[in-house]
């Protein structure tokens, strides 16, 4: 069978890792040999098995979408993937015209090696314990949780080893032999011929994943993925002072390891919440006070909300509408540090929307006695323009 390999799985030829894997599963529960009535089922299934191993490698699957279908099959006939000696001599290689030439000098292996660095699996080959892929999620918080620190609980869907199979791919009782490709080492070694001489190279088993068995059933949980996705609450520590954009960072609470490697890492992207009467600028807080015209005519010692309770704050005589004064420290923590930002508080003169009796006859009192013009001082316009 002869499919591209993105139309055997069904994805497109953007899917990322994670739909490469999933579509993955779903085509094997469906053409495995040992539950499958489809026909052709074997060789459906050993067509999606190896376009996930080829598209679920970055290099590999680069090299795929660079040459195609029909010319990366050629390579790996003559001697790229499945072992064998290249055939050909030294010529036959001139650019990237090499990738579908007749010949060649050690088939697709030694191309890779010139274009992309490195050799399918290397030395030790995929076998070898690798770190599971970082994840990635959002965390909403308040402004309250900001400023204390807060041990913020959450939950998230992410990739778990199957408890069904302990990761295994199959049942506990399955009948497990050893792979007869590899007969049991988890690599098969190839030897092809290049310019430079007769090169040995060792690569991953693909029949058993690299782990030297092969089992006779499949897991009906993680259909032999040894992976499920799973929903899982964890609790993270969230430092006083953080801001939105900024990320936390949870240690080996990512994507399971594969062939027995460490955890993935869980990034967090924070975002804090827009407050009812505080608005953030770094680490400095803004709140505007309303106050009544004899407050700001004749002064007043006022209580002004902060984070951490009220705080007093004296209005001086005279104070102007829009004006603005600083409360030292009563700002957001700087995170990692002992100092904090400060808290700026702007004053608004409320006009009175309605008067009663004796209010408007106090006002016109007041405006008989002091005419209609407005006297300032000369610093007026300028206390107005630094408040903004």
């Known amino acids: ?35 499958s009535d489809e026909p052709n089922a074997e060789e459906k299934f050993k067509q999606i098995k190896k376009a996930k191993e080829i598209l679920s490698d970055d290099e590999t699957r680069q090299a795929y979408d660079q040459m195609g279908h029909e010319r990366f099959e050629q390579a790996e006939k003559r001697g790229g993937f499945d072992g064998g000696a290249g055939a050909g001599g030294a010529g036959g290689m001139g650019g990237m015209g090499g990738f579908g030439g007749a010949g060649g000098a050690g088939g697709f292996e030694d191309i890779f090696e010139q274009f992309f660095g490195g050799g ?22 308040d402004l309250e949780e900001a400023y204390e620190g807060v041990n913020k609980e959450f939950t998230i869907t992410r990739p778990e080893t199957c408890e069904e199979c302990g990761g295994e791919g199959h049942p506990p009782d399955a009948e497990v032999h050893t792979c007869r490709e590899c007969n049991g080492t988890g690599q098969v070694t190839r030897v092809q011929q290049t310019p430079f001489g007769r090169v040995q190279q060792r690569s991953t088993c693909r029949e058993c994943g690299g782990d030297g068995e092969v089992a006779d059933a499949v897991c009906g949980t993680c259909k032999g993925d040894g992976i499920v996705e799973a929903e899982v609450t964890l609790t993270v520590d969230v430092p006083a002072g953080i801001r939105s954009g900024q990320t936390l960072r949870m240690d080996g609470e990512g994507a399971p390891g594969e062939n027995r490697g460490p955890n993935g890492d869980l990034l967090i992207d924070v975002e804090v919440r827009d407050h009812d009467l505080f608005e953030r600028d770094g680490d400095d807080l803004h709140y505007t006070q309303p106050i009544s015209f004899p407050q700001a005519a004749f002064g007043d010692k006022i209580e002004v909300p902060t984070l951490d309770g009220t705080k007093k704050l004296e209005i001086p005589k005279g104070t102007q509408s829009g004006e603005r004064f600083r409360l030292r420290g009563q700002g957001m923590p700087r995170l990692r540090s002992r100092r904090s930002g400060h808290l700026f508080v702007t004053v608004q003169v409320v ?38």
């Open 351 to 388: 006009t009175p929307e309605s008067l009663n009796t004796a209010q408007r006859e106090a006002l016109e009192a007041f405006a008989e006695a002091g005419g209609e013009e407005v006297e300032v001082s000369e610093g007026f316009f300028e206390r107005i323009k630094n408040s903004f």
């Open 120 to 141: 399918m699996g290397g030395q030790g080959g995929g076998n070898r314990p690798r770190q599971g892929r970082n994840l990635r999620t959002t965390m909403a918080i």
């Open 1 to 35: 069978m002869s499919e591209d390999f993105y139309e055997a799985l069904g994805v497109s030829r953007d899917a990322s890792a994670e739909e490469i894997k999933q579509a993955y599963r779903k085509k094997a529960a469906k053409y495995h040999p040992d539950v």
